[in-house]
């Protein structure tokens, strides 16, 4: 199996997006106006919104969007499509976005997480991200905290992170 293409979100894109974010629970319920605004060149905050396509069937695999304020930048969401996890393909897809975010010139991201997501604390840890904090009650349906991660950009190995 070829690795995924890791490329800019356009909007030819959004349909995969919104299928992929659809059938999984952890992902934002966000509707196509927020992804179409992700895409926004001249937005502020400025945004970085990659896709995974699948080179066998030019589908969607994967998406990320990232806000950047300042140095900091905040992982809004990443979600990889179910046939497609444990192969590396979200892996790959934070590294791209991290180089972006750097070159934005972030020198950490942030993100939530929900406490009982568990794969998505350990992935997220096998990239080196640490826990910062908690939300309490953050997330609704159902009730829950949510986990506070950083991960200083410049600090991350990349062959780490591609789990050399």
Request: aromatic share 6%; charged share 25%.
């Amino acid at each position: 199996m070829q690795p995924a293409v890791i490329r800019v979100m356009t909007q030819a894109d959004l349909d995969g997006v919104s299928m992929i974010a659809a059938g999984d629970r952890n992902a934002p319920a966000w509707p196509r106006s927020a992804y179409m605004a992700a895409l926004e060149p001249n937005a502020m905050p400025e945004r970085i919104a990659l896709v995974a396509e699948d080179p066998a069937t030019n589908q969607v695999a994967a998406f990320a969007v990232a806000r950047i304020v300042s140095a900091e930048a905040e992982l809004e969401t990443i979600v990889t499509a179910a046939g497609f996890r444990r192969r590396g393909v979200g892996r790959r897809l934070f590294v791209r976005l991290a180089d972006r975010l750097v070159e934005a010139g972030a020198a950490q991201v942030l993100l939530e997480v929900r406490e009982s997501n568990h794969s998505a604390k350990a992935f997220y840890e096998a990239l080196g991200f640490t826990a910062a904090g908690r939300r309490m009650g953050y997330y609704t349906d159902p009730a829950e905290d949510a986990l506070l991660m950083r991960m200083e950009l410049g600090e991350r190995k990349e062959n780490e992170m591609l789990g050399g």
